[in-house]
């Protein structure tokens, strides 16, 4: 049980890592790209990428009855999230769109109680509420929190990506592994994206190599390799926060990385608010489930 927890705990982080990094690149991106050629060609890319491991591992196909969960899947977590993602990116910032989508963990937590019956013990709802103050001031040290179109596309991200999350448990729970729910749900994800390939076609032809290499990351490792960590990380766990709380983190290094990769300097917020969303994260890992009532 230890070892699971140590397993999903460093699953978990280098995909937070990724993700992170993420915000940085399609920020860039999608000044030069519109935002539903990032989306098809970031997946295109990725599913390119896992095709060769899906044959070599002989992934085995979804069974027909199941492939209403992997549409599903493939649909909230990333046609309708990269659609929504990257039509909002270029509204605000990279750390303002990683501080609203740090709202689904809040979200999947919720959905899970009527979901999976998942229990919540004040722990970890003042973990909660701790990680989730940290975003807000960090949200207004940015100045930007407003209601404008970006943050609306952002919040239906955050919503269709925690979504996602429920489905994932869901597919790991009806017996599938990690790298089958990854890989297939991606494959059906990049389907419905490809009606916009063509008009991108002419852009990446376009393109300078650093915009297209861009691209190329997008879709190995925050995408291709991420997700299939995050998978795994999921199915170490026993109830789908222990690893969505990860999520709270991705803001406080967005701060940075967008410092460094597009000279965004974080406010002095950033800190007060990156120490509330470290404090709800380390609260809800060490919180014990809550004990089971005696009928």
Known sequence: MKNQAVA???????TIVLWASAYVFTRAAVAYFAPLSVASLRFCFASLALIPYVII??????????????A????????LYMIFFNIGSQAVTATVSSL???????????????????????????????????VAVICLGEGEFIINAGIIWLLLGALVSAVYFLITKALLK??????????????????????FVPSAIPELVAAPLGRILSLVYLGIFPAAIAYILWT????????IGDVTNYMFVTPVLTFFMGYWGLGEM??????????????????????????????
């Open 8 to 14: 999903r705990n460093v699953l978990a982080s280098v």
């Open 57 to 70: 591992k002989r992934v085995k196909p979804p069974k027909l009855r199941d492939l209403g969960w992997f």
């Open 72 to 79: 599903g899947s493939g649909l909230s977590g990333f046609t």
């Open 100 to 134: 609203i989508i740090a709202l689904a963990p809040v979200i999947s937590a919720v959905l899970a109680i009527f979901a999976f019956k998942e229990r919540m013990g004040r722990t970890k709802w003042i973990a909660f509420i701790a990680a989730f103050a940290g």
């Open 174 to 195: 009806r017996g599938y592994a990690p790298l089958q729910v990854t890989a297939y749900s991606i494959f059906i994800g990049t389907f419905f994206l490809l009606p």
């Open 232 to 239: 795994y990380a999921l199915s170490k766990s026993e109830r």
């Open 266 to 295: 974080p406010p002095v917020t950033a800190f007060l608010g990156g120490a509330l969303v470290m404090a709800g994260v380390i609260m809800t890992n060490l919180a014990k489930p809550p004990a089971e009532k005696i009928k």
